[in-house]
């Protein structure tokens, strides 16, 4: 993690206040799927299109921030975590201009890097709370993807990852157990589980397997130690 980077202020005005006097406990990371960062910032800023982030983040390293991260973007849409709704209002968001067809760019993850241990400090969130658009909205969305270098992340201390934890969860657990004290919502347990699989276990195919049981179990300790 390097110095802090230049934050190019670029103002939506599709944002409002945080609702109910929350405030940011999670980041969430998305991908643009639009063809350059231009695009996404025009269309992030557009009031018809009524959708903005906090920040975004070009394939060049450069960072845009659109709404101050007091207020309520508009980023996250229906969905929960850890049992809680109104996303918006519980996050920061991050757009990351790729398609979701590509690797992200060595520039665009060291802009993260540093940019994401600023707000986690700024707002006490751990990693625990950093999380992808797919983890809170199974099922509807599938960003950041199973090439987001999530591994890479958690060794700075910016994200969990269950290699360090043994596997120690009781036999009765099961996968929907651990995926909802973990925080995935279960109304859709298949798009859960994929969602999971993108994020832990990138290019895993067939039906819920042992492997999978094994590592939740392991996340599950992680957000408990």
């Known amino acids: ?25 999670l980041i969430v990371l998305h991908y643009t799927a639009m063809t350059s960062a231009e695009a996404a910032l025009e269309r992030l800023c557009d009031p018809e299109a009524e959708v903005s982030a906090h920040y975004l983040i070009c394939a060049r390293g ?20 850890q ?7 519980r996050s920061v968001g991050i757009e990351l201009d790729n398609r979701g067809d590509h690797p992200f760019s060595e520039p665009q993850m060291a802009a993260l890097e540093t940019l994401l241990p600023a707000i986690m400090v700024r707002w006490n969130i751990p990693p625990a709370g950093i999380i992808g658009h797919s983890d809170m909205a199974p099922g509807r969305k599938i960003d950041p993807g199973p090439r987001f270098d999530w591994r890479r992340l958690a060794r700075q201390g910016l994200a969990v990852w269950p290699h ?15 995926a909802s004290r973990f925080g995935y919502p279960m109304d859709e347990p298949e798009g859960s ?33």
Request: aromatic share 8%.
């Open 1 to 25: 993690m390097g110095d802090a980077p230049l934050i190019l202020q670029t103002p939506s005005d599709n944002f409002g206040p945080r609702r109910d006097g929350l405030r940011p406990e």
């Open 83 to 89: 049992g809680k709704d109104d996303i918006n209002s």
């Open 193 to 225: 589980l994929n969602a999971f699989r993108a994020r832990f276990r990138p290019w895993a195919t067939g039906p819920l397997d042992a492997e999978d049981l094994r590592i939740m179990t392991k996340l599950t300790n992680v957000r408990s130690a």
């Open 164 to 178: 360090d934890h043994p596997a120690d969860g009781a036999a009765s657990d099961t996968w929907r157990d651990l």
């Open 62 to 81: 450069r960072v845009f921030q659109m709404v101050d991260e007091g207020m309520r973007a508009w980023h996250a849409g229906a969905g929960t975590w």
